[in-house]
């Protein structure tokens, strides 16, 4: 590897895809840059947001978590971390611990919330009942999760969600769904995303940065993340898809970063005549497609096949 590009320093990385190589400290400032930027091409964060970054404790949300703060505090924005504990045992909990040791190095606040609270069953329980469902944990989870999302969102008060999903994550997902003929859902890849269920909007400042420098970026500033996945996760699908892409990139660098602007071309034009959430849920009042959300659908399914007591606080409804 030869020196550093932009100052002649010790090599840390070189960019394949743009024959850049950077030192450390060159490195993690073209992080920052690189999320500034891209914050300000989408228009993601007005002067005085509110910013509240879901924070999971793996490694891409504590980076965004460290690099929102270091970019957004000085300008006075206020910063808070969001977080859901789905209640998987031996698994969240870490996590969690490593999101608390970073919000209270970067002096931010911090809320959780968990499925138990809000919908009256840990995720553990939920899953006991797994013979008989059609979606994966991951789909199923994944309900709870974005309502957990909104309602943290809400506590926090906050003005825009910044949710961790790097370049990899972007286009993986894109791939899977048009590979799952699921058209419908491009729209929530939209760089600045909300509807009518969740008018606080969504954003991605992480979405042009590869994976791997994500990572590159929690090693090289010594961010302690949970490394073990979670044990309901299965990712059958898209693991086949990550790997077609990392040998396409291997093969072709800077080809995920086309692929990128590919899905970002295809979703503005599709975007106008996605589906929206028009009906009111009769049980919990949020916009669902068929008069009942998914997650009071969902919840209901669980209560039938799992013996589990009703909470007297509804969070999200039922
Ligand atoms: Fe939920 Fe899947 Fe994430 Fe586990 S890996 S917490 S099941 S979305
Ligand atoms: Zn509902």
Redesign the pocket.
Known sequence: MSQCTRCGGKPFHTRRYSGETLCAGCFSDSILEKTRRTVSKYKMISPGDRIAVAVSGGKDSLSLLRVLAQLYLPRRNEVVAISVD?G?AG??DEALRHARTLVDELQVEQVVVSYKEMFGFS?DEALDWKEERSVS??S???VF?RRAIDEAAARAKADVVATAHNLDDYVQTFMMNLMHGDVARLGWLEPKYADDSFPVRRVKPFMEIYEEEVALYAYQNGIPFQSV?????HEGLRSEVRDYLNMMEANHPGMKNVLLRSSLDVISKYALTSEKNSTPCSTCGKPSSSGLCNVCRMKAEVREHVNIQRTPRSAGGG
């Open positions: 789905e998987v698994y969240r995720l944990s991951c199923f989870c994944g999760r996945s979670c044990p309901y996760m």
